[in-house]
Structure formats: structure tokens, C-alpha cells
């Protein structure tokens, strides 16, 4: 299959008076979408100096503005920064500068998120679709830079990742292709467009296919069946929970009675996945992989369960340590793994790269992915006799909260600014569902008078480079962290014990900011 550019995708639905964009109550043909990104690029052109980076930064929900700026960054040659709108204070303006933005468009209700930061001279301005224009593109080529899409932070703070023409376009033809989508279908984005998900297993299968892109401002679990029967949905895509989310709605005899047909993402739970397609009649397929691309697993049907899908295309299992390929896993009659020092390995792609560009500013992060002319995911699995593959953790200290990856060390900083914190870790325990919550054991400065669930909660609401997915879950007041003999702490101790100690334990209900104290029979048991 040849790699199509984004513009090329675009230029193809000039004429196309068909549906291409639907939100709430407004609807655009293709062909008006495509003006409407002209008018952007014009715009760009004549704000975005030149001789420097033509960077332009979007902070914003999934509003229509954003998909005609992505189609006006195509058109103009300029590269669309996605902006985490849950990233707060000094976390969001490190990123501005990182990516080197001119210039950031902005919705009004995020505004005020970037008042009296350091953007490094970047400009900003209200995000406001403009009068539309005739198509003037410049040439593109599959390797041309068309956004940054920044990493959720794994062992420190995200990463920039270079997202090409051809990186979202690819896969976007692939799939559209993969699920036979065409212009009579509809494709659902609500997975935030800040993300690689959506926009690759999304906006640009909807643009490939030439079907209808039905935007939500923000993902909802009780909007999701209404939406679906609203614009005439046929495929949506996910990324960690959602599927969790919609499952958890009441239960009502005519659920399957819609027009969607197929669900794909990854890290859906396996549970999730059969009793989603069951109860609303659809085909759901998961996948495993990255926003920097360098691999991707696909859990095909026939999978045996729990498993990422099968190894192939040059993705082997190799020891972190010896480089050497891991042994099949051996398992008991319980199904127990039973050699995990010799079978458990990183995920590697020995033939190259794959999809991944590198990272924006970044050559020590780049050279550390690609080694030896194999793209390293730091992910760890291990395979089973027919090449299964099945997920192990992390090598680096990461976290997976709700699909998305988290640094323990950023969340670590913030924890010690509290006065009464002498040390601080965070780690992952185990999501009932699917991937991780954060859990934090803290050592007081007194011992006899350690912070309490209220005024922590405070001043975790006060702290304003901490975002919603950073907040703990769980937090654990210890005398003592667990170390090694050179004074490194042991947190694969504390994420192995848990909640389940006699120290006290706190836990924050599902998206709020107060802590109760956990009782000692769920502690204990």
C-alpha cells in the first residue's frame, strides 16, 4: 500500500458535497470542510513568521475549529501542536516552549489556563473558524512534519513526538481499507484530539474513507448511544476505559438496535470487549501500541484471551539485559507462568523504526528508542508457544491511567512541595478494569503528626501543574520507604503490596478530591 499524504486525503474530498462533519447541531459537507481549512491556512500564512518554526498550538475540546485547522496546517505547510487540556501552571507552558509555538489558538473556556505563564514569546489568540477559502496547498511529501503529539510523560515529562504526513495518513487508509469504510458511513471521534488515538484511529480513517466525522467536545459514557443513533454511526474508536464507561450505563433491552458496526482502540479490558459487542451488536477489535508507532500488535479474532495479538513483522521479545530473544513461556495447569526471568522481555521492532519519526528536541530520548537500529518500546511482555503475546509492565517507571502514560517523577515533585512530606513515592497498583491507578506512600516529616486525608486533599486542589490523571488514588502513610543498599527505593514492593498494609491507607473515590481512610478489614484483607 502506497503512503498517502494528509493533504492528498483532503484535495480527494474538495468536491465532495456529501457529509464530512458533524457536531452537536452544525453539519459540513467535505467540500465546505476543505474551504474551511483553506481559510486556516490562509490565515497561517499571514500569522506564522517566517524563519522560524511554523508551529501553531491548539488547546481546545474536539470542537469543528480544530479539524479544519489540522486540514489548514496540511494545506499551509504548518505543523499543529496538540496541547494536553488537562496539563495545568508550568507543565503547560514548558510545553509551548518545547514545541517552539508561534503562536497557540485557544477556546474560551481554556484561556485562562495560560494567563501570566512563560510561553516564550509565543502569541495568543481565541480559536475562530475563518472565512473560508480556495484550496492553495503547498507540496507535501509522507515525510513531511504535520504535528507533535506529546507523550503523557513516562519516566519524566512528555515527550514531543514528530507526527508526519504519512504516520496519519497511513494508517488512516489502512483501517478505513481493513473495515471496507467508504463516504455511507460515519466515523465518532470523543477520544480527546490532543491524542495520537484520535487522530490516527479516527479523524484520519474518517478522512481516508471519505466518510462523515462525527465530533464530541469531550467523551461521555451516557452520551455515547444517543450520538450513535443522532449522526448514524458506524465505526468509533477508543483508548483505555470508554468501553468500561458505556458498559457501566443501565442496561436496556434495545441497545443493540443502532447503525454501529465496528469499535477499535487499545487497552480495552478483555471482559469489555465481548460484552460490549454484545450488547450493542457490533464487531470490537483491540490493538497494542504507542504514539510514537514504532510498533503496533493487533489482537485479531481468534486471540487467545488476555493476549496482544501474535508477533510478526520483525516484533520479537528480547531480554533487557543479554539482548538475546526470550524463550516461549511455559506455564502450570493453572495457567501460571512459570518462567518469567528467562520469558519475560522488552518489545522490540528489529527491523527499524516502523512509523516513528523521533521526538522534537529530543536526541538523548531518540537515541534511547532507537538502538542498535531497533526501535525499543521499554514495554515488557512475554510469548506463548504460538507466538501470543501477552503484556508484562513497564521497563521504566511508568504508570497507564486511562489509556494514557504517566511519570511517576513529575507527580513525585509536586508531592514533596507539602511541608509536612519528607519523601515521596508514587507508583502503579492495578486497576480493577483495565491498567493502572496511581497509589503514593509518603514518609512525614513528623511521625507523630503525618498530613491528614482533608488537608492533603487541599492542598493537592491547590497544586496547579497537577493534573486530574496525576491526582492519587490511593496514598499510604509509611515510616520508612523500602530501598536497595544504595538507598533506591523499592517500588516494586510497594506497588506488589498495595492497599493491603497496616499502615494507614487513604483512598480518593473515582473522580473526586477527598480522601477517605480505608478500613483496616479492606487494608488487611
Known amino acids: 500500500m502506497s503512503t498517502p499524504t494528509v493533504t492528498e486525503l483532503?484535495?480527494?474530498?474538495?468536491?465532495?458535497?456529501?457529509?464530512?462533519?458533524?457536531?452537536?447541531d452544525e453539519r459540513h459537507t467535505w467540500a465546505e470542510h476543505v474551504r474551511l481549512s483553506a481559510g486556516f491556512a490562509a490565515l497561517l500564512r499571514r500569522e506564522l513568521a517566517p524563519g522560524r518554526p511554523p508551529h501553531v498550538g491548539i488547546l481546545a475540546d474536539n470542537l469543528p475549529a480544530v479539524s479544519f485547522l489540522l486540514g489548514g496546517c496540511a494545506l499551509s505547510g504548518s505543523v499543529l501542536v496538540g496541547l494536553n487540556t488537562t496539563r495545568r501552571g508550568?507543565?503547560?507552558?514548558?510545553?509551548?516552549?518545547?514545541?517552539?509555538?508561534?503562536?497557540?489558538?485557544?477556546?474560551?473556556r481554556y484561556a485562562p489556563l495560560l494567563d501570566g505563564l512563560d510561553l516564550g514569546g509565543a502569541r495568543v489568540a481565541a480559536l475562530e473558524v475563518p472565512e473560508p477559502a480556495r484550496p492553495e496547498p503547498v507540496p507535501a511529501s509522507p515525510d513531511d512534519l504535520l504535528m507533535l503529539i506529546f507523550t503523557s510523560g513516562t519516566s519524566g515529562d512528555p515527550k514531543a513526538v514528530r507526527c508526519t504526513h504519512g504516520k496519519i495518513a497511513f494508517p488512516g487508509r489502512m483501517l478505513a481499507d481493513r473495515f471496507g469504510l467508504s463516504t455511507t458511513d460515519t466515523v465518532y471521534v470523543s477520544m480527546p484530539m490532543f491524542h495520537s488515538n484520535a487522530i490516527m484511529a479516527g479523524w484520519a480513517v474518517g478522512l481516508a474513507a471519505g466518510a462523515a466525522l462525527a465530533l464530541r467536545r469531550r467523551f461521555s459514557a451516557s452520551g455515547f448511544l444517543p450520538d450513535v443513533r443522532r449522526f448514524g454511526v458506524t465505526y468509533a474508536n477508543y483508548v483505555g476505559k470508554p468501553l468500561s464507561y458505556v458498559l457501566a450505563t443501565p442496561e436496556r433491552p434495545d441497545d443493540a438496535d443502532n447503525p454501529l458496526r465496528i469499535v477499535y482502540g487499545n487497552e480495552g479490558a478483555e471482559a469489555d470487549l465481548a460484552a460490549f459487542g454484545r450488547r450493542f451488536g457490533c464487531f470490537v477489535m483491540d490493538a497494542f501500541g504507542s504514539t510514537e508507532g514504532g510498533i503496533g500488535l493487533t489482537r485479531a479474532p481468534g486471540s487467545p484471551p488476555g493476549s496482544l495479538g501474535r508477533l510478526g513483522?520483525?516484533?520479537?521479545?528480547?531480554?533487557?539485559?543479554?539482548?538475546?530473544?526470550c524463550p516461549p513461556?511455559?506455564?502450570?495447569?493453572?495457567?501460571?507462568l512459570l518462567n518469567a526471568g528467562e520469558a519475560v522481555g522488552e518489545l522490540v521492532n528489529t527491523t527499524g523504526p516502523g512509523w516513528f519519526a523521533g521526538y522534537y528536541k529530543?536526541?538523548?530520548?531518540?537515541?534511547?528508542?532507537?538502538?542498535?537500529?531497533?526501535?525499543?518500546?521499554?514495554d515488557l511482555a512475554y510469548a506463548d508457544a504460538d507466538g501470543y503475546a501477552y503484556f508484562a509492565g513497564r521497563?521504566?517507571?511508568?504508570?497507564?491511567?486511562?489509556?494514557?502514560?504517566?511519570?511517576?517523577?513529575?507527580?513525585?515533585?509536586?508531592?514533596?512541595?507539602?511541608?509536612?512530606?519528607?519523601?515521596?513515592?508514587?507508583?502503579?497498583?492495578?486497576?480493577?478494569?483495565?491498567?493502572?491507578?496511581?497509589?503514593?506512600?509518603?514518609?512525614?516529616?513528623?511521625?507523630?503528626n503525618p498530613p491528614d486525608p482533608a488537608g492533603f486533599a487541599a492542598f493537592l486542589g491547590a497544586q496547579p501543574d497537577l493534573?486530574?490523571?496525576?491526582?492519587?488514588?490511593?496514598?499510604?502513610?509509611?515510616?520508612?520507604?523500602?530501598k536497595t543498599s544504595t538507598f533506591k527505593i523499592l517500588k516494586r514492593q510497594l506497588s506488589a503490596e498495595g492497599w493491603h498494609s497496616s499502615d494507614p491507607v487513604w483512598r480518593r473515590p473515582d473522580r473526586e478530591v477527598f480522601y477517605e481512610m480505608l478500613p483496616t478489614g479492606e487494608r488487611l484483607a
Open 467 to 482: 493534573g486530574p490523571k496525576q491526582l492519587p488514588r490511593y496514598v499510604r502513610i509509611v515510616n520508612e520507604l523500602p
Open 329 to 336: 513461556a511455559e506455564f502450570d495447569a493453572d495457567g501460571r
Open 362 to 378: 529530543n536526541p538523548g530520548a531518540e537515541a534511547e528508542r532507537m538502538r542498535d537500529g531497533m526501535y525499543h518500546t521499554g
Open 90 to 108: 508550568e507543565a503547560l507552558a514548558r510545553d509551548v516552549r518545547l514545541a517552539d509555538c508561534q503562536l497557540v489558538l485557544t477556546e474560551p
Open 395 to 448: 521497563l521504566g517507571d511508568w504508570l497507564r491511567v486511562d489509556g494514557e502514560n504517566l511519570g511517576t517523577a513529575p507527580i513525585e515533585r509536586i508531592l514533596l512541595r507539602h511541608p509536612g512530606v519528607a519523601e515521596a513515592a508514587v507508583y502503579a497498583v492495578a486497576d480493577p478494569v483495565t491498567g493502572d491507578q496511581v497509589m503514593a506512600a509518603l514518609v512525614p516529616r513528623d511521625p507523630a
Open 313 to 325: 513483522n520483525g516484533v520479537a521479545i528480547l531480554h533487557p539485559e543479554t539482548g538475546r530473544p
Open 10 to 24: 483532503l484535495l480527494a474530498r474538495a468536491g465532495d458535497e456529501r457529509p464530512g462533519l458533524l457536531f452537536e
